[in-house]
């Protein structure tokens, strides 16, 4: 609608998975499709914003026209273009699932089979939404995404506040409507005042929808 307070906001947005290489052939990654973070793509860009789109590997891409996507394979490479985007942006909304670990010295051949064991030793990739969150100015709106094995409250309300988001959405696997690939999602949102709110269950379209709609209510209540 064009009585939209996002029309003409900046919003960049974390999507996808990212690729950690062991070699040139092989990599660590995980399950997520990109599903949410295209659907709020999508939705915000309906609403007018202007969405930057940084989208780790996938098969799904956005339709939008306006939206721009810059695809990335690597945490770092995620974070880079993070950090472009972020000094401009209104709004960051944080859906990636970066892999926490990278291969410490990934071999520029195929690595070899041989008797015995493998050891790979990982090092630590940076947390692109903790990083961003230290630079949060008080007009900006940070978004961040839990997704947790149990029940997850309590570690979703501890990201919340060391990577300084506004709300956080958690995901429990729990709920076997909520994860990765499905179309569907049931959400807790978690507010900096502890306030807390469990969703029906809803497909990834309709949660965008009301994540942006709690978005605008933050900027419904800062600017007038
Ligand atoms: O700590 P955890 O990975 O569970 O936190 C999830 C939230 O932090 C998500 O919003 C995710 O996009 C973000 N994140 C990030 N960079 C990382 C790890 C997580 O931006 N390296």
Request: charged letters at 25%; hydrophobic letters at 35%; zero cysteines.
């Amino acid at each position: 609608p064009s009585s939209s307070s996002l029309k003409g906001k900046k919003i960049m947005i974390t999507a996808g998975p990212t690729r950690e290489s062991l070699d040139p052939v092989r990599y660590i990654s995980n399950h997520s499709s990109g599903k949410m973070g295209i659907s709020l793509a999508e939705k915000a860009a309906e609403r007018g914003a202007i969405v930057t789109l940084i989208l780790g590997p996938t098969s799904l891409a956005p339709t939008h026209p306006s939206i721009q996507t810059i695809p990335v394979s690597t945490a770092i490479e995620m974070f880079t273009e993070a950090k472009k985007s972020h000094p401009q942006s209104d709004i960051a909304i944080f859906t990636a699932a970066v892999s926490d670990y990278r291969p410490e010295n990934p071999s520029p051949e195929k690595i070899k089979k041989k008797d015995g064991k493998l050891n790979l030793t990982l090092v630590k990739n940076p947390d692109i939404a903790r990083n961003l969150g230290q630079e949060k100015k008080t007009v900006q709106v940070h978004v961040g995404f839990a997704l947790e094995t149990d029940e997850g409250f309590g570690s979703a309300e501890e990201k919340l506040k060391t990577k300084n988001f506004d709300f956080i959405v958690l995901n429990s696997l729990l709920d076997p409507e909520a994860g990765f690939q499905k179309d569907t999602n049931q959400v807790t949102f978690i507010d900096k005042k502890g306030k807390s709110q469990k969703s029906p269950v809803l497909r990834k379209e309709e949660l965008a929808s009301i994540i942006l709609d709690k978005i605008e209510s933050f900027f419904q209540t800062t600017e007038s």
